[in-house]
């Protein structure tokens, strides 16, 4: 069976310029090539739907990719520990070359008149994760002493003291002056 990611390109290179819309949806790791995370890292299932929606355009050494890929991801909010669904929908403009020159590091390249986008929606997918996520904008977090959830209950908990400034508590100021 043959991979959604891969394009041929035959036609696109031989007639330069010109371009290819492709559009698809793919799972994000169907063959299980990533490790998955630690529990409480942001990543994406290998059975994911990747929505991949790019542009080709041809030009003389190589293609263009211009567009959008997009995935679910999952996580912890770092507050309040409870689970995270997000969603990463990124803009990609890519360079894919037959043969890497010098400074080409970061251009995909094209094998046997192939593109295979799988890199390339991998790459933006996950350096598009959050690194730490929130379940909402206005999380209260968990109490540092009981542990209690604040988004869904207050707790009698007392402030904790920095011990740095506890000296302070007991320091009694007095003006003579006025001193009855």
Known sequence: MRSPYLVSVAKLLRDVPSTLEVRFEAPFDEPHEFAPRGPVETDVFPEATVEVAVRLESFSGGLRAKGRVAAPWH??????????????????????????????????????????????????????????????????????????????????????????????????????????
């Open 75 to 180: 996580g912890v909010c770092r507050r309040c520990s409870t689970p995270v669904l997000g969603r990463s929908s990124v803009s990609v403009n890519e360079r894919f070359v037959d043969e890497r020159g010098p400074g080409d590091d970061e251009a995909y390249l094209i094998e046997n008149d192939l593109v295979d986008l799988a890199p390339l929606a991998h790459d933006a997918i996950f350096l598009d994760l959050p690194l730490a996520p929130l379940c909402r904008e206005d999380c209260r977090g968990l109490c540092p002493q009981c542990g209690t959830d604040l988004n869904e209950a207050t707790c009698d908990c007392a402030a904790p003291v920095d011990p740095r400034w506890a000296t302070l508590d007991g320091l009694q100021l007095s003006d003579p002056e006025f001193d009855d």
